[in-house]
């Protein structure tokens, strides 16, 4: 493509792109159309009005000379003066008086220059018709009428006329025809003019409005440019600066809205990752620090076969806790990713509890508590939930192991499962042991937080299960509370919606 055919693409291209000239332009077109528009209907106006008065002369006029002859006694010897007196009444008027056939003039004006070819052909307006002794007030209501009567001829030269003939009745001589003919040179100047005028308008007009356009639009977008600016100088460092709303246009005002909507998912984002790295970072140091401690203490000098083995059985014990940890992280990344493999289907709610108390009787019985399995539906045939069976035995697993770290000996870990007759379902794990208080709760399934400060980064739990129990209700547009007091049990609770619609009941989501 040539440089000059990327002249115009590139000159749409930025009209496109710029707002200032979007609004620019469509201020001048405006104008121009408003311009042309004025301009032409005050042309039309003005040459409308120059028509009627024409046309209403004419009349007059004719009634005039009828007039005049009849007070002369219809003496046609007075047509002259007749003829004289109305050209010096209106001097750009001519007219004559011929016979009734039109063939011969009784008296006419001396530019009168129409010829006879050109009147025999114009239609003959009866002067009868005009009101007695009528003037131009008096003819102004009549001109809509007989306006029709009159015509235009253009002279050899150039010059337009409006003509109007008319027949006048003479008692007992039979009639004459008055012909008038009026110069409509003015009206046509007065066309010229106006269309110089338009063009002239327009060209400044177009002008004033680019000029003012583009004032009106930098104006307009100086807002936006603000809004830009506030938002460049947003970073890691002031991700809690927002753009402010007192001198926003009002269309931006929702844009504004969302944008600092928007940042509030960005810092609670920001400042989860950096809460998680720096979790992450401490609860990798304790095992990788034991292990490098042991490793050093056995490298130090010659150890035995049993002590070395003692050595890695220790060791095997932090290698677990990190594979768990590294799991549960994967896991949850693949959560915030949309990518955890899903399927929600009908599953029984029964073999799945008993599936989880058999996970850990073991160790409930080891620690003096035992697990309790309730549950509780409309009818026997309503005992069943829409979830991901793995997904699910996996929250309530980890709901399970948090009570049992944190029930007192000889009590009881009750498992309640509720399902509503819309199909909803609660699964509540409750157990006995120290309360935990609100500024707890709010952040207790938070990514590496513990409540007991003293457990953090102890080898009994990664501060990962509870948070990896709210992805999965997530997943699941579920929900996950915690009720907790002093002198009352504390309650995990899980609420899973009603069924979903059969268009969405196999629905299933793959690992990318």
């Known amino acids: 493509m040539s440089p000059s055919a990327d002249v115009p693409r590139l000159g749409l291209d930025w009209l496109r792109r710029s707002m200032t000239a979007q609004i620019s332009l469509s201020i001048t077109l405006v104008s121009v159309l408003i311009i042309v528009v004025f301009v032409s209907m005050t042309g039309r106006f003005v040459r409308e009005e120059m028509r009627e008065e024409n046309e209403v002369t004419l009349l007059a006029n004719l009634a005039f000379i ?29 007219a004559a008086i011929l016979d009734a056939q039109g063939q011969h003039v009784v008296a006419g004006s001396p530019r009168f220059a129409v010829p006879m070819s050109v009147l025999l052909r114009q239609r003959v307006l009866d002067a009868a018709l005009l009101p007695p002794q009528s003037g131009i007030s008096d003819l102004a209501d009549l001109r809509d009428t007989m306006a029709s009567a009159t015509s235009i001829w253009d002279s050899p030269d150039g010059i337009g006329h409006r003509l109007l003939v008319g027949r006048i009745a003479l008692p007992d001589q039979g009639s004459v025809l008055a012909a008038l003919a009026i110069d409509t040179t003015s009206t046509r100047d007065v066309r010229l003019r106006n269309r110089r005028d338009m063009f002239i308008g327009l060209g400044v007009g177009t002008v004033l409005a680019s000029v003012l356009g583009v004032l009106i639009a930098r104006r307009i977008v100086v807002s936006a440019r603000r809004l830009g600016s506030a938002a460049s100088r947003i970073g890691a460092q002031s991700l809690d600066e927002r753009l402010p709303l007192e001198e926003t246009p009002v269309e931006l005002v929702e844009s504004t809205l969302a944008f600092n909507r928007m940042l509030d998912r960005l ?35 010659p150890r035995s ?75 026997s045939a309503m005992r069943h939930i829409w979830a991901d069976e793995t997904m699910l035995i996996r929250a309530v697993s980890n709901l399970v192991s948090n009570a049992l770290r944190h029930a007192r000996g000889g009590t009881c870990i009750e498992l309640v499962a509720t399902v509503e007759a819309d199909g909803s379902c609660t699964i509540e794990v409750a157990n006995e042991g120290p309360a935990i208080g609100p500024e707890q709760q709010a952040r207790l399934f938070e990514r590496f937080y513990r409540a007991d400060a003293s457990r953090h980064g102890s080898a009994s739990g990664s501060g990962l299960g ?40 196999a629905t299933t989501r793959k690992l990318d």
């Open 66 to 94: 009828r007039d005049d002859l009849a007070a002369a006694g219809y003496d046609l010897a007075q047509a002259p003066r007749i003829v004289d007196r109305i050209q010096r009444r209106v001097h750009f008027l001519d």
């Open 267 to 301: 810092q609670g984002a920001f400042e989860r990752l950096s809460a998680f790295s720096s979790d992450l970072a401490h609860d990798l140091r304790t095992p990788v620090g034991n292990l490098l401690g042991e490793a050093q203490v056995a490298l130090s000098r």
């Open 305 to 379: 076969a049993d002590e070395y083995q003692a050595v890695l059985e220790s060791a095997v014990e932090e290698y677990e806790r990190m594979s768990r940890m590294i799991g549960n992280m994967l896991f949850l990344a693949q959560v915030d990713n949309d990518r955890a493999a899903m399927s929600i289907d009908r599953m029984e709610l029964d073999p799945a509890l008993d599936r989880v108390i058999g996970y850990f009787e073991l160790l409930a019985e080891e620690r003096g508590v035992r697990l309790h399995k309730t549950l509780r539906s409309p009818s």
């Open 466 to 505: 509870l948070a990896i129990v709210r992805s999965i209700m997530e997943l699941h547009r579920g929900q996950a509370e915690v009720r907790s007091a002093p002198g009352i049990r504390t309650v995990f609770s899980l609420h899973f919606p009603e069924p979903p619609s059969a268009s969405e009941s």
